[in-house]
């Protein structure tokens, strides 16, 4: 288990290896490279055969956070999946993804961002601007076609 704050793209996708379960311990080479493996997950499964690999990682990921959301609402405590929500954990971002509590209505506490490495922390830096900008195009979109009001 490897939380994941940010955002969902390769290029926003920020693994906290510092805080994975079962915990390790890596070399920066190691960082380097797991975290590029992480980011880069869903063009790795295009690659695998059979083909239908992509849609079943993402079918998978989608059961388990709602797996773990009936759990929640059926009142089993210390359900904690990472989610890209509406937040005010960063100042320059209305979105991003950490890890949430999750309770019998939904989210009973956005659980922020965890304390980070400084590797961890740069990578956090880096993704700021990106995400940023895709927020703003989002929100205009959403603004452009009258559906919603975000």
Do not use: W
Not at 16 to 41: D, G, H, M, Q, Y
Not at 55 to 77: C, D, Q, T, V
Request: charged fraction near 20%.
């Amino acid at each position: 288990m490897v939380p994941v704050i940010g955002g969902h793209t390769e290029d926003t996708i920020v693994p906290v290896l510092s805080k994975a379960k079962p915990c390790a311990e890596f070399t920066n080479e190691e960082l380097e490279s797991i975290t590029v493996s992480i980011r880069k997950a869903h063009e790795n499964i295009l690659k695998l055969k059979p083909p239908e690999s992509a849609p079943l990682s993402a079918a998978f990921a989608s059961a388990r956070f709602i797996i773990s959301l009936i759990k929640a609402i059926r009142g089993y405590p210390d359900i904690t999946e990472c989610a890209y929500v509406y937040s005010k954990v960063h100042p320059q971002l209305k979105y991003m993804s950490t890890p949430l509590l999750l309770g019998p209505s939904g989210i009973a506490k956005n659980l922020g961002i965890p304390p980070l490495t400084d590797f961890e922390a740069c990578l956090l830096d880096n993704v700021i601007p990106i995400l940023s900008r895709d927020i703003k195009r989002g929100r205009e979109i959403c603004r452009s076609d009258g559906t919603t009001s975000l």
